[in-house]
């Protein structure tokens, strides 16, 4: 007999649990998460977990200001113990060129308020989660939604919404919704720091290297890359090399070096890579889009981790309520890309902020 559920939301990464949680706060608890793996099994599971205020568009300052609270709060919040946050303080580097966008981009951020609210324990368990459960199609009928078909059985539901994350444009093509997402590879390094330089430090965004870093418990500095160029490098999020090459723990050694020059006695101590799903602005698509009852979350483009606890709280506002539920939904909205009005802070092509 097939499941039923009010709301289907599949993907269980930080957009997903976070829609369901906030589902929960608003009293829409009939709520069923699907993942194809296992919880945080995609991009989340290998976040670098950075958490920054530094953002160039109001929607997105005031989204990590609520969600930089959730992270702090996290614990009383959802009664799930402490989520391991740690204030470093952040540090951005900026060269002649984008001292005025990042002086623009300081004076927005001060305009912005916290937006916070609070969730009891007995609520957040109220979202059910099924492993190793695969959406295959999305079942429409006439123009509404009706559910979803996944490896272990229908689901019936009116409501389905879209935190696929790198799999999301395969998503949006089972309700014929086209998302224009890229799935790029995303390299991190791990570097440990000569003994004598270990000290306390602040993440480090660095526009004239392309590098970010943040510190790595005591002994170890993590170091990703910011490139355009990582664009470029396409990969299928079922298979792509998720190592590193000499080369390329060598070119970012070279680089954090620049910036770090005691990292040039650092050693590498491991590397990997996971993916970004890149929208042609590098924000995300929150929507309702195609057939009634059909949502989207995805396209968060290497930031969907800190953003993920406002996203939730926007997406079920969304979802509950209808779209004039929260005033920075619309900048957010799938049709901007086919209007000519992408997303733009004060960096201009340094998307990623
Ligand atoms: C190396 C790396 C470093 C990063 N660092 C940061 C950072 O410092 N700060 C930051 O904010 N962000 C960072 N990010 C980005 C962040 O991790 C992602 O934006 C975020 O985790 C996306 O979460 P999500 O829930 O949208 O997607 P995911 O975590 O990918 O979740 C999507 C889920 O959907 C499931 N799924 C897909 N298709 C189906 C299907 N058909 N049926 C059922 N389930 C399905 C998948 O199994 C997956 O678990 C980083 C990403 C990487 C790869």
């Not at 992270?71 to 946050?85: I, K, N, Q, V």
């Not at 459960?133 to 272990?152: K, M």
């Not at 890359?225 to 990582?230: F, I, P, V």
Request: aromatic share 8%; glycine share 12%.
């Amino acid at each position: 007999m097939a499941l039923t559920a009010d709301v289907v939301i599949i993907g269980g990464g930080a957009t997903g649990t976070s829609i369901a949680f906030h589902l929960a706060a608003r009293g829409v608890r009939d709520v069923i998460v699907v993942d194809k793996g296992f919880v945080a099994s995609g991009a989340t599971g290998k976040s670098s977990a950075c958490v920054r205020q530094h953002y160039s568009t109001t929607e997105t300052c005031r989204m990590i200001r609520y969600s930089l609270d959730v992270f702090e709060r996290f614990e009383d919040l959802t009664g799930g113990g402490s989520c391991g946050f740690r204030r470093t303080g952040y540090l951005l580097g900026v060269d002649e060129r984008m001292q005025r966008p990042m002086e623009a981009s300081v004076a927005l951020q001060r305009g912005v308020g916290i937006e916070t609210r609070l969730v009891s324990p007995s609520e957040m368990r109220e979202a059910r989660i099924l492993e190793e459960t695969e959406v295959l199609a999305i079942r429409v009928e006439g123009n509404r939604i009706r559910g979803v078909d996944t490896s272990r059985g229908p689901i019936e539901a009116p409501r389905v919404v879209n935190a696929a994350g790198l799999w999301g444009a395969g998503i949006g093509a089972m309700v014929g919704v086209e998302i224009p997402i890229t799935v790029c590879r995303h390299k991190i390094n791990i570097v440990t720091w000569p003994e004598a330089a270990q000290r306390p430090h602040p993440m480090v965004y660095d526009f004239v290297t392309n590098i970010y870093t943040r510190p790595e418990l005591s002994e170890h500095i993590l170091v990703g890359g910011l490139d355009a160029e990582e664009s470029h490098d396409l990969a299928d999020p079922d298979r792509y090399k998720e190592g590193v090459s000499l080369d390329e723990s060598m070119s970012a050694l070279a680089r954090v070096s620049h910036r770090f020059p005691v990292l040039a006695e650092g050693r590498i101590a491991r590397g990997y890579a996971g993916c970004f799903d890149v929208t042609p602005d590098w924000h995300p698509i929150l929507d309702r889009v195609g057939p009634e009852g059909s949502f989207v979350a995805v396209g968060f483009s290497g930031h969907g981790f800190k953003l993920s606890p406002a996203v939730g709280h926007m997406m079920a506002a969304l979802i509950a309520e209808g779209p004039g539920a929260h005033p920075d939904l619309d900048t957010f909205r799938l049709s901007r890309f086919i209007e000519g009005k992408p997303i733009r802070g004060t960096y201009g092509d340094w998307l990623m902020c």
